[in-house]
């Protein structure tokens, strides 16, 4: 049965009018503070920024975890660049469930590595929201 879906390109961006919920519980707080002070929505784009050593990488585990329970239905999109092995372990650990998919290169593979995997994970995304579901990507890192 042949699909009717529009391809990625030609399909329509719109506002942010639903909101991805990440409070939890009492903890983590953070994940209630970005609820109420930088509330997210789909159909945005975010952009985490701090210097080495803050917690941005444990700020985005909590952001997948948060979609995970509140947004079970959603895929996640996991794309670790060139990150320590024990890392990407932790996220494997610590973040699981039947819509999440991880990518991700260690610091010690070739460069061209990296973007091969944020690649394959764009082109998977694309394919899934062509078929009308809501998709996350979370990368970590930029720099």
Not at 6 to 13: D, M, N, V
Not at 24 to 51: C, E, K, N, W, Y
């Amino acid at each position: 049965m042949a699909s009717t879906r529009t391809p990625f390109e030609k399909l329509t961006a719109i506002h942010p009018n639903r909101r991805i919920i990440l409070e939890t519980g009492p903890t983590p707080i953070s994940t209630r503070l970005m609820d109420l002070f930088v509330p997210l929505g789909f159909g945005q784009r975010a952009l985490v920024v701090a210097p080495p050593q803050a917690g941005k990488t444990t700020i985005l585990r909590q952001i997948a975890n948060a979609i995970q329970k509140n947004h079970p239905e959603t895929s996640l999109f996991l794309c670790l660049v060139d990150e320590r092995p024990e890392e990407v372990t932790e996220w494997r650990m610590e973040v699981q469930g039947p819509n999440v998919k991880l990518y991700a290169s260690s610091f010690d593979q070739e460069s061209a590595r990296h973007g091969r995997i944020v690649e394959q994970a764009l082109v998977e995304a694309k394919r899934q929201a062509e078929q009308g579901k809501d998709v996350v990507i979370l990368l970590d890192s930029l720099t």
